[in-house]
């Protein structure tokens, strides 16, 4: 049996196939809507589509809106895994001390620095509120100089942009942080943003099926016109709802992304097309 991720690996499921190896596909979203893809590559990415329901044995979704394109587009029923997340704080914040962050003191982001997963909008949302509350944005990317020169491009001294941060640092900083911001507009479930709601931050996200999936009502949608306004909006909410907010994030991902609950799916899934 095989395992591969992402659509462009669907020809390589074509040769273990040919020797009767059974094999399950993670499509991992619709990743010709990505902007950075020039037009060769996204043609490639819809090849990639068409043979991803043709060649692998099962194909995994990883949201039920990933899952309903596939139906919907190609005909084909998949099966919907999503990520999982652990759930609770971690006690530490060394890499809170490093970037000269506080507890509760400021707003995070995680992602690569992409455009489809505005940074730049959250930096310059955030810029135009006023607080001591600092804004961490954390990520990095390999072909996108362009475009990172841009978000780096501020003077505000609120305004923390160390690169990508893996690890024990990046539990922590979504374990301590005031807010999570989760921006990106291409996608299924992002493994940030349910990692940021089992640690029980209070999380805003970008109003997409996607993410709206993921987040529900244990967030705050925006979109990218009113973002500084709902930044505003959770300065000025009382922490009794914040609060609220918080817990219901936490519950959420116990109850619907554990890993317990996601190893399971997956051993059913891979013990199925064994048989």
Not at 44 to 67: C, G, M, N, R
Not at 83 to 98: F, P, Q, R, S
Not at 122 to 132: I, K, M, S
Request: aromatic share 10%; with cysteine; charged share 25%.
């Amino acid at each position: 049996m095989a395992l591969y991720c992402n659509a462009a690996n669907a020809i390589f499921t074509l040769w273990p196939r040919v020797f009767g190896i059974p094999v399950a596909l993670n499509v991992d979203g619709v990743e010709r809507r990505r902007k950075k893809w020039n037009a060769f590559a996204k043609s490639w990415y819809l090849i990639s589509e068409h043979l991803a329901v043709i060649f692998p044995t099962a194909v995994i979704t990883d949201a039920e809106k990933i899952q309903q394109y596939y139906l919907e587009h190609y005909s084909k029923e998949t099966t919907f895994i999503p990520y999982g997340a652990e759930i609770g704080k971690v006690e530490t914040a060394d890499v809170l001390k490093e970037l000269a962050l506080d507890k509760d003191k400021y707003f995070l982001y995680v992602s690569r620095l992409e455009p489809e997963n505005n940074a730049l909008l959250v930096r310059q949302a955030f810029e135009t509120v006023q607080t001591d509350m600092k804004l961490a944005l954390i990520g990095d990317a390999p072909y996108a100089e362009d475009y990172i020169r841009e978000v780096r491009d501020t003077s505000d001294p609120r305004v923390v942009i160390p690169g990508a941060i893996y690890g024990q640092g990046y539990r922590e900083l979504g374990s301590h942080c005031f807010a999570y911001i989760h921006a990106t507009e291409v996608g299924g479930t992002h493994p940030a943003l349910i990692e940021a709601m089992g640690r029980g931050a209070l999380v805003l996200y970008l109003d997409t099926p996607e993410n709206a999936e993921v987040a529900g009502d244990a967030g705050i949608p925006f979109t990218h016109a009113n973002l500084s306004d709902k930044l505003r909006e959770t300065l000025a909410m009382p922490e009794t709802q914040r609060e609220e907010l918080r817990l219901k994030a936490q519950r959420r991902i116990a109850e619907r992304y554990s890993w317990d609950a996601i190893t399971d799916r997956y051993e059913q899934l891979l013990v199925g097309i064994t048989l």
